[in-house]
């Protein structure tokens, strides 16, 4: 998906549930731009797309 110009965050469902406003900034820091390096954490992945300058 990342090849194809998708980001993608992936986290629990659990979190999402538990931990609403956690999941919801984080959703904001990714559409503002704030957050756009590759994050692998315990609760949550978040693969940028891959553009032609960063594959």
Known sequence: ???N???V???W???VLASRKSVLDTI???LDGR?????IAVDAKFLPSATPEKR
């Open 28 to 30: 904001v820091a990714i």
């Open 13 to 15: 469902h659990s979190d």
């Open 35 to 39: 957050l756009d390096e590759k994050m």
């Open 1 to 3: 998906m990342n090849s």
């Open 5 to 7: 110009g998708w980001s």
């Open 9 to 11: 965050l992936r986290v």
